[in-house]
């Protein structure tokens, strides 16, 4: 018998299943492996192809179109040819879709004998086991990326405030998910090679009563929206037995709040950075809107967004909301929030940009902006009106206790003898350009950068990261007058801040 001692010939039947089995393992189930062995195991070639004739492994090889086309229909299980120097043998292989098949084919200078023959149709019955694994697995996957991106697409209505079509959506997979007037916003960061894990650590963590979706614009973090209160602490637990990982978290918001509760948690998240807990909730008590006169700042703001009173409510609901999301994010980032593309999303700020007639390159005016729309989204009808104050900017930020605030606010940075002070109150009025600060302030651009990161966790605020936290730096410089008044609504004598006010 030729080739005695290797292959099939040569070895114990028990040898070559053991072999066979072992590409059954978790940590060897590969098709093209397997279809590789057989044709060591024969001492030939093999090959595996599927209905459209696709080689899926092994090596091409010429077969007879009509003998595969009877074996994929189901007409013959098998087929065997012989001639001289070339013996070939060819085997259905069931595919997971019933409706289709493969051919296992192995050719060898030699016949068959009843040895081979068993190799060939025992990997026959293995390929199709690991092509249903396989099948399982990709199912298994496809459920799995469906799932993550239907919970993006809840968090995109949600932050849009299509808090109708958020539900309906949530309602067919997770029953009751959202079905609560008010929620919370957490950040968990972690690092982006294991953000999939963690997100799986969320899920667990909240007991799956959460939105949690991996955050389409920072790889490292992970979003979850929970109504639960109790949810808080089961993620600050997590975090803090998980090595590299941080918290922030968002006040109590309604379901319509939640891109305004998706920017308090990144704000906590920076201040989280200086903890050691590793995790902080949003502060309201600094929350700079909070010491203003209520009825003056909805008359404020009923006023500066009255030019978008205009337009369709949808248009006008998609104009705030991206412009919100655009003032706390750069344009890349809030496109991948929303869904859709970051030229859209500066098409929509450059049209509020137009309406408000104002210039959002200017950062107290995208600080007063940014005021006047997390003031929008509060009122209770979505407006204010211009009959509750006829205030100027420059009366909200007069209060007492505002000016307490913004004094002792900025009065952290004065005990630094590099005058941190005056490189970031520089820094912002250059429109957070470090180039334009360094040159007011006869030094080096990477100096400005990092003075102003030594600011940082000074004041508990990320400043060189656009958001909330800056702009409530801005808006203590406007309240000490170490910053001019922003321009808006130029040449709108009807509003008290447009220059041209009579």
Not at 53 to 59: D, R, S, V
Not at 185 to 210: F, H, K, M, N, P
Not at 425 to 449: C, D, K, S, Y
């Amino acid at each position: 018998m030729a080739g005695q001692g290797t292959g099939v010939e040569g070895a114990d039947a028990s040898t070559w299943a053991q072999e066979l089995l072992d590409h059954l393992r978790p940590t060897g189930r590969d098709v093209r492996k397997v279809v590789a062995w057989l044709a060591d195991a024969v001492q030939g070639a093999a090959s595996l192809q599927d209905d459209a004739g696709n080689l899926l492994a092994g090596t091409r090889m010429p077969l007879d179109e009509a003998l595969v086309a009877d074996i994929l229909a189901g007409r013959l299980a098998s087929a065997a040819w012989g001639g001289e120097g070339n013996h070939l043998r060819l085997v259905r292989v069931e595919h997971p879709n019933p409706s289709s098949a493969g051919v296992l084919a192995v050719s060898r200078a030699i016949p068959f004998d009843r040895r081979t023959a068993d190799v060939l149709t025992h990997t026959a019955q293995v390929v199709e086991l690991l092509l249903r694994a396989s099948e399982a697995t990709a199912a298994g996957h496809r459920l799995e990326q469906a799932t993550s991106d239907l919970r993006l697409a809840i968090l995109q209505l949600l932050m849009v405030e299509d808090t109708v079509a958020a539900r309906r959506v949530a309602a067919g997979l997770w029953p009751g998910l959202l079905d609560t007037d008010t929620a919370c916003v957490y950040l968990v960061e972690g690092s982006a090679e294991e953000r999939d894990r963690l997100a799986e650590d969320c899920l667990d963590a909240t007991g799956e009563q959460a939105l949690v979706v991996r955050c389409p614009a920072v790889d490292e973090h992970v979003i979850v929206v929970t109504p639960k209160d109790a949810a808080g602490e089961a993620l600050r637990s997590l975090i803090g037995r998980t090595p590299g990982t941080f918290l922030g978290g968002s006040a109590r918001q309604s379901l319509a709040r939640t891109a305004i509760a998706y920017g308090q948690a990144v704000s906590a998240l920076a201040v989280a950075h200086f903890r050691p807990d590793k995790a902080a909730v949003y502060a309201e008590r600094t929350h700079p809107e909070r010491l203003m006169d209520p009825a003056a700042l909805r008359g404020w703001t009923a006023q500066l967004l009255a030019p978008l009173d205009t337009l369709a409510h949808h248009t006008r609901a998609e104009l705030l909301a991206t412009t919100r999301l655009g003032l706390e994010f750069t344009a890349v980032n809030a496109a991948k929030i929303l869904g859709v593309s970051r030229n859209t999303v500066r098409a929509r700020m450059e049209r509020v940009e137009s309406l408000l007639r104002t210039d959002f390159s200017d950062l107290t005016v995208r600080a007063a902006v940014h005021l006047a729309l997390s003031t929008q989204v509060s009122l209770a009808d979505g407006h204010g009106t211009a009959q509750e104050a006829r205030a100027r900017l420059g009366d909200l930020l007069a209060g007492l206790a505002l000016r307490t605030w913004a004094h002792d606010l900025l009065g952290r940075l004065d005990s630094d003898t590099r005058d941190l002070r005056r490189t970031v109150r520089t820094w912002i009025a250059a429109g957070g350009n470090a180039e334009r600060a360094a040159q007011a302030l006869g030094m080096h651009a990477q100096t400005v950068r990092e003075h102003v990161r030594s600011a940082e966790p000074v004041l508990e605020r990320q400043l060189l990261a656009t958001g909330s936290g800056l702009y409530e730096v801005v808006l203590a410089h406007l309240v000490t007058e170490d910053l001019e008044q922003p321009v808006l609504l130029r040449e709108n004598p009807g509003h008290p801040d447009s220059p041209v006010h009579g």
